[in-house]
């Protein structure tokens, strides 16, 4: 299994451990790393995030990933944070923030009428048209979410979740995939999940 090459992009945030942990955990070999050789040489990416857009963004900046992950051929996964990246913006309060533009969508706050935001804990997902990346996972799987952002449901959404109205909870577009939830924090499912990624 080693002979994938697996990398998680050097982000800056505070779950790029507990992402390169879960992928241990399957017995695969990983590094981290934002060395534009080490990135574009890798077999698989992952884009891991948790704060705020503009943050992120302002750390890819100075980090020099923006163009990197532009240029990325291969299978990316953002999650949590890094797939709200993946779409064209990102409201936060007044402002819009601009993200990568890898997925046609907007991330904006969500609307859960009485539900509390953030939308924290276990939640199920509903794959569309039985995506690989949920392949073996057994039908109303719970994952761990923690978000008050999400995308709307609409041609990239390759699984919904339910929280007051329906959002996107996984999304692809071309080489980038994305997952609003927390797979490294979500158990069986979870790491099923990153297993199906790592071996599409």
């Known amino acids: 299994m080693s002979d994938v090459k ?35 040489a890798a077999d698989k990416l992952f884009l891991p995030g ?70 924290m804990g276990w939640n199920t997902v509903t794959p569309v048209n ?8 057994p039908e109303n799987s719970h994952f761990y979410f923690v978000h008050s952002y999400a995308m709307p449901v609409g041609d990239y959404t390759v699984g919904q979740c339910d929280y007051g109205k329906p959002f996107t909870a996984a999304v692809q577009s071309g080489n980038y995939y994305g997952v609003q939830f927390h797979p490294e924090r979500s158990s069986k499912a979870g790491a099923q999940l990153i297993k199906n990624f790592l071996e599409m």
């Open 6 to 40: 697996i990398v998680i992009i050097d982000t800056g945030c505070a779950n790029v451990s507990s992402v390169r942990f879960a992928i241990e955990r399957l017995g695969y070999d990983v590094t981290i790393s934002r060395d534009p050789d080490v990135v574009l």
């Open 50 to 119: 948790v704060g705020t857009a503009s943050e992120a963004m302002k750390n890819l900046e100075e980090r020099d990933l923006i163009s990197l992950v532009r240029e990325v051929k291969q299978p990316l996964l953002g999650i949590c944070l890094g797939m709200q990246l993946l779409g064209k913006s990102s409201q936060e309060g007044k402002e819009q923030v601009n993200c990568l533009g890898h997925v046609d969508a907007d991330t904006s706050l969500m609307e859960t009428g009485e539900l509390p935001l953030p939308h």
């Open 130 to 137: 039985n995506h690989p990346l949920f392949k073996d996972i």
